[in-house]
């Protein structure tokens, strides 16, 4: 083993010759790769919609595809107009007024729906007749205390359009890329039924089958125009609030964009000062941010050539390559500037600092990308993009640092101010070989106590709880925040759980038997509480055939009444309702009546309380319609629950993957299984205590903190592979357990606490975004690098003290030039 080392680390030496006099022809290919990668990042493209955390193949986001190319866009923004009652004259008119306003103003609009809009059913000697509830000449409204009971009791407006206690109006506009882009015109503004715009189709065909979501710059669009209109009518006093997915895409990508920039030059910033501390010179600042810098370009232009989408997760990437790939270049440097100053040349100097660092380099950066790496096979599709691009990021950190740095070194004369670091005798050397001594004598009582910790860690890491809920990444005092905890409280629920009800057959859903069955349901859960969630409010197919049913055979009290069992004239108002209303009906079922559409409302909560809901949810489902029809639960609801499922089966085993491949790493490197296998103790532990502290505080481990555990250990190690890669060099001179720890804490102890600032400061950096996770992530994974430290100058010493006594260790040594 010993004789390979000394052979890589000659082969390291050697190779910085090369790079030295090919020195311009290694420029030229890095700045061609650099440029051409770089200059893609104008094609890099937001995704913030909640389905692209989910990956292509994922069972119930292709159910949630086909629904969407069935029913069309769910894409829907929700202007709430809040009075003590809305069915008040002068409320009516400025709901008229906005709702025609947003009509007019709003791009992309497929269907826009409110009071003014709403239609009710009635009879004309033998004829279904829609009139508008709200008649365009104010004075043919009926009396405001005969409105207000026809709304509560129609199933389409009650809880959807307006609030049950009659304070809170909505207007719900469907946005759609292949609507009109532009505004339309006063007759489509004023047009009340959507039978009158030109996108009313047939029954279930609605369009857009195959048809891709809003583009950033269109939903951009909409939600400008929307937030136009709606701002003019807040200045004259109304109460408006907006939410909806297309303002939360808004929001996310705009909160994206400002932390990726802010956390980027942030990061830059902090190293920039850091590395200007640590060197006190231009080159030392200069030439790691070049380093860095490139790295950042050359992955994120592979993510665009790859086209992948940046995701909030991606968020972290670029800061965070910044403060991993600086940490090698920091090492890299201390020994060059160190060898420089003993009086040797630049290239001499470059190439022994190359065979001391290259192998421990090339080591930390495999193990750093093996704790990214292990995200790959997430089924969290950004957690599984920021594990491949991460890794990929690291090496390329890695392969600019051992390939253009040293061509770059070769030229660097000595610095002006030849400062020297601290002596044997200095006051930090004297520290750190204090510490070396008292962790070598005090090993076992080191060793016991990091044991008691771990357990204690152990029982907060039992008491952690998960969660996934997008709303409270942001602020309190976000409005999007507000207006959707505003209409929750006020609605009951506004986020849509859709439940496709397939009969199996052509007309199956003309069966009034299926449609009596689908009411019960529905009067079984509105308003109950089922797994813990509340469902505020139903319709489907069964509440129109309902309404139409007492309009057509003047049944008293029509809206509360059973489904006629008569087939023949189920069909014959379906008929009559398809002719006047053609796109209200696509909106409920398929062309074919094969498959029926069953929307429940329910309160937006954490992801993690969605679980029980949606079990007992398609416990009932299952129980009412075996062997009668096949039932699946789609929508926004079930994507947040399998996307916070999907996080936890991939933290575990990615924990698992990156810390098994992080150990036979180790083992490899160190040539010493038992050596190897103590050596991640020290990464261990502080992870734990991480973790522990998770649990004891209460914070919830969501998707971004569950990302801490494998990155903390991937970065963790980068410490524990210098320190025993110092331990082996000093050991081969001949040195004792205890002289050899003194001796490896005075040489790579100075760089160990550099790198580690280093890098915490880059993961604290996130503590700045706008989005509450990317605070936890960074806290976390900070305090885990520093208590890494901690670990290395005081557990790993402890561990090859345990190991080997205070005999001489019999470990294959490291290499210091030829």
Same mark, same amino acid.
């Given at each position: 083993?010993?004789?390979?080392?000394?052979?890589?680390?000659?082969?390291?030496?050697?190779?910085?010759?090369?790079?030295?006099?090919?020195?311009?022809?290694?420029?030229?290919?890095?700045?061609?790769?650099?440029?051409?990668?770089?200059?893609?990042?104008?094609?890099?493209?937001?995704?913030?919609?909640?389905?692209?955390?989910?990956?292509?193949?994922?069972?119930?986001?292709?159910?949630?595809?086909?629904?969407?190319?069935?029913?069309?866009?769910?894409?829907?923004?929700?202007?709430?107009?809040?009075?003590?009652?809305?069915?008040?004259?002068?409320?009516?008119?400025?709901?008229?007024?906005?709702?025609?306003?947003?009509?007019?103003?709003?791009?992309?609009?497929?269907?826009?729906?409110?009071?003014?809009?709403?239609?009710?059913?009635?009879?004309?000697?033998?004829?279904?007749?829609?009139?508008?509830?709200?008649?365009?000449?104010?004075?043919?409204?009926?009396?405001?205390?005969?409105?207000?009971?026809?709304?509560?009791?129609?199933?389409?407006?009650?809880?959807?359009?307006?609030?049950?206690?009659?304070?809170?109006?909505?207007?719900?506009?469907?946005?759609?890329?292949?609507?009109?882009?532009?505004?339309?015109?006063?007759?489509?503004?004023?047009?009340?039924?959507?039978?009158?715009?030109?996108?009313?189709?047939?029954?279930?065909?609605?369009?857009?089958?195959?048809?891709?979501?809003?583009?950033?710059?269109?939903?951009?669009?909409?939600?400008?125009?929307?937030?136009?209109?709606?701002?003019?009518?807040?200045?004259?006093?109304?109460?408006?609030?907006?939410?909806?997915?297309?303002?939360?895409?808004?929001?996310?990508?705009?909160?994206?964009?400002?932390?990726?920039?802010?956390?980027?030059?942030?990061?830059?910033?902090?190293?920039?000062?850091?590395?200007?501390?640590?060197?006190?010179?231009?080159?030392?600042?200069?030439?790691?941010?070049?380093?860095?810098?490139?790295?950042?370009?050359?992955?994120?232009?592979?993510?665009?050539?790859?086209?992948?989408?940046?995701?909030?997760?991606?968020?972290?990437?670029?800061?965070?390559?910044?403060?991993?790939?600086?940490?090698?270049?920091?090492?890299?440097?201390?020994?060059?500037?160190?060898?420089?100053?003993?009086?040797?040349?630049?290239?001499?100097?470059?190439?022994?600092?190359?065979?001391?660092?290259?192998?421990?380099?090339?080591?930390?950066?495999?193990?750093?990308?093996?704790?990214?790496?292990?995200?790959?096979?997430?089924?969290?599709?950004?957690?599984?993009?920021?594990?491949?691009?991460?890794?990929?990021?690291?090496?390329?950190?890695?392969?600019?640092?051992?390939?253009?740095?040293?061509?770059?070194?070769?030229?660097?004369?000595?610095?002006?101010?030849?400062?020297?670091?601290?002596?044997?005798?200095?006051?930090?050397?004297?520290?750190?070989?204090?510490?070396? =001594?008292? *962790? $070598?004598? +005090?090993?076992?009582?080191? &060793? !016991?106590?990091? /044991?008691?910790?771990? %357990? @204690?860690?152990?029982? #907060?890491?039992?008491?952690?709880?998960?969660?996934?809920?997008?709303?409270?990444?942001?602020?309190?005092?976000?409005?999007? =925040?507000? *207006? $959707?905890? +505003?209409?929750?409280?006020? &609605? !009951?629920?506004? /986020?849509?759980?859709? %439940? @496709?009800?397939?009969? #199996?057959?052509?007309?199956?859903?003309?069966?009034?038997?299926?449609?009596?069955?689908?009411?019960?349901?529905?009067?079984?859960?509105?308003?109950?509480?089922?797994?813990?969630?509340?469902?505020?409010?139903?319709?489907?197919?069964?509440? @129109?055939?309902?309404?139409?049913?007492?309009?057509?055979?003047?049944?008293?009290?029509?809206?509360?009444?059973?489904?006629?069992?008569?087939?023949?004239?189920?069909?014959?108002?379906?008929?009559?309702?398809?002719?006047?209303?053609?796109?209200?009906?696509?909106? @409920?079922?398929?062309?074919?009546?094969?498959?029926?559409?069953?929307?429940?409302?329910?309160?937006?909560?954490?992801?993690?309380?969605?679980?029980?809901?949606?079990?007992?949810?398609?416990?009932?489902?299952?129980?009412?319609?075996?062997?009668?029809?096949?039932?699946?639960?789609?929508?926004?609801?079930?994507?947040?629950?399998?996307?916070?499922?999907?996080?936890?089966?991939?933290?575990?085993?990615?924990?698992?993957?990156?810390?098994?491949?992080?150990?036979?790493?180790?083992?490899?490197?160190?040539?010493?299984?038992?050596?190897?296998?103590?050596?991640?103790?020290?990464?261990?532990?502080?992870?734990?205590?991480?973790?522990?502290?998770?649990?004891?505080?209460?914070?919830?481990?969501?998707?971004?903190?569950?990302?801490?555990?494998?990155?903390?250990?991937?970065?963790?190690?980068?410490?524990?592979?210098?320190?025993?890669?110092?331990?082996?060099?000093?050991?081969?001179?001949?040195?004792?357990?205890?002289?050899?720890?003194?001796?490896?804490?005075?040489?790579?102890?100075?760089?160990?606490?550099?790198?580690?600032?280093?890098?915490?400061?880059?993961?604290?950096?996130?503590?700045?975004?706008?989005?509450?996770?990317?605070?936890?992530?960074?806290?976390?994974?900070?305090?885990?690098?520093?208590?890494?430290?901690?670990?290395?100058?005081?557990?790993?010493?402890?561990?090859?003290?345990?190991?080997?006594?205070?005999?001489?260790?019999?470990?294959?040594?490291?290499?210091?030039?030829?």
């Amino acid at each position: 083993m010993a004789t390979i080392l000394q052979r890589i680390g000659h082969i390291f030496y050697r190779l910085a010759g090369v790079l030295q006099r090919h020195r311009a022809v290694v420029l030229l290919c890095c700045t061609v790769l650099v440029l051409a990668l770089g200059l893609q990042l104008s094609r890099l493209r937001l995704d913030t919609t909640t389905e692209g955390y989910l990956t292509a193949s994922d069972p119930h986001l292709v159910e949630y595809i086909r629904f969407r190319q069935q029913f069309g866009s769910d894409d829907i923004v929700l202007v709430a107009l809040e009075s003590s009652s809305v069915f008040l004259p002068e409320q009516l008119h400025e709901l008229r007024r906005l709702h025609r306003e947003l009509a007019a103003g709003v791009p992309y609009l497929a269907h826009i729906v409110s009071l003014d809009s709403a239609v009710v059913a009635r009879q004309d000697d033998g004829q279904l007749v829609l009139d508008r509830l709200l008649a365009e000449d104010p004075a043919q409204w009926p009396p405001l205390e005969e409105l207000a009971r026809r709304a509560a009791e129609h199933p389409f407006i009650r809880g959807r359009l307006v609030a049950p206690d009659g304070t809170m109006a909505l207007i719900s506009l469907r946005v759609d890329p292949h609507a009109r882009a532009e505004s339309s015109s006063l007759e489509e503004a004023l047009a009340g039924f959507p039978t009158s715009t030109p996108q009313a189709a047939p029954a279930g065909q609605t369009g857009n089958k195959g048809r891709p979501a809003l583009t950033n710059r269109q939903n951009d669009a909409v939600v400008v125009a929307v937030e136009e209109i709606v701002e003019r009518h807040r200045q004259q006093g109304w109460r408006v609030h907006v939410c909806g997915t297309p303002i939360l895409k808004k929001v996310l990508g705009w909160a994206m964009a400002r932390d990726t920039l802010r956390l980027i030059l942030l990061s830059l910033a902090v190293i920039a000062v850091l590395l200007w501390l640590i060197f006190r010179r231009p080159a030392g600042v200069l030439l790691p941010l070049l380093v860095v810098v490139s790295a950042v370009l050359v992955t994120m232009g592979l993510m665009v050539v790859c086209q992948r989408p940046f995701k909030s997760p991606t968020v972290i990437l670029p800061s965070f390559l910044l403060a991993v790939g600086v940490g090698s270049s920091v090492h890299l440097l201390s020994h060059f500037f160190r060898f420089q100053r003993q009086g040797l040349a630049a290239p001499e100097a470059c190439g022994k600092a190359l065979a001391v660092t290259g192998l421990p380099i090339l080591f930390t950066s495999l193990t750093t990308a093996a704790g990214l790496a292990s995200f790959a096979g997430a089924q969290v599709a950004p957690v599984a993009d920021l594990g491949r691009f991460g890794a990929l990021g690291v090496m390329v950190a890695c392969f600019f640092t051992l390939i253009l740095l040293p061509s770059l070194l070769g030229r660097l004369p000595p610095g002006r101010r030849r400062w020297e670091a601290a002596t044997a005798e200095g006051a930090v050397d004297r520290w750190l070989a204090g510490i070396a =001594r008292l *962790a $070598v004598r +005090r090993a076992w009582w080191i &060793l !016991g106590v990091s /044991v008691l910790l771990m %357990v @204690l860690a152990l029982v #907060g890491v039992s008491r952690i709880r998960f969660s996934h809920n997008p709303l409270a990444w942001f602020p309190a005092d976000m409005p999007l =925040r507000q *207006a $959707v905890e +505003r209409l929750d409280r006020v &609605l !009951g629920g506004i /986020v849509q759980v859709e %439940v @496709l009800i397939d009969s #199996g057959r052509a007309g199956g859903c003309r069966d009034p038997e299926l449609l009596r069955r689908v009411r019960a349901l529905q009067h079984e859960l509105t308003g109950q509480t089922v797994g813990g969630v509340r469902v505020a409010a139903s319709f489907s197919l069964a509440d @129109l055939v309902a309404e139409l049913d007492g309009v057509l055979t003047g049944w008293p009290d029509a809206r509360r009444s059973d489904i006629s069992p008569d087939a023949e004239l189920l069909a014959q108002e379906l008929l009559l309702f398809e002719n006047i209303a053609p796109r209200e009906l696509s909106e @409920l079922v398929d062309v074919e009546y094969r498959l029926l559409r069953l929307t429940l409302l329910a309160p937006w909560v954490d992801a993690v309380a969605y679980g029980p809901f949606l079990r007992e949810l398609e416990q009932r489902l299952q129980r009412e319609f075996a062997g009668t029809a096949r039932v699946t639960v789609t929508g926004l609801i079930p994507l947040l629950a399998r996307t916070l499922a999907a996080a936890m089966d991939s933290a575990v085993a990615s924990s698992f993957i990156s810390f098994l491949s992080i150990t036979l790493f180790m083992v490899l490197l160190l040539g010493h299984v038992r050596l190897g296998l103590m050596s991640m103790l020290p990464n261990l532990v502080p992870i734990l205590l991480a973790l522990g502290c998770m649990g004891w505080l209460g914070i919830p481990l969501d998707m971004y903190t569950m990302l801490s555990g494998s990155i903390a250990i991937g970065l963790a190690v980068d410490d524990t592979i210098h320190f025993m890669h110092g331990f082996q060099y000093a050991s081969s001179q001949g040195l004792g357990v205890e002289q050899a720890v003194v001796r490896t804490m005075q040489t790579a102890g100075r760089a160990m606490i550099i790198s580690s600032v280093v890098l915490a400061a880059g993961a604290f950096v996130c503590t700045v975004s706008t989005l509450r996770q990317f605070h936890l992530f960074g806290m976390l994974n900070g305090s885990a690098i520093l208590l890494a430290l901690v670990a290395d100058f005081l557990i790993s010493p402890a561990v090859v003290a345990v190991l080997f006594g205070r005999r001489r260790p019999r470990v294959a040594p490291a290499v210091e030039g030829r």
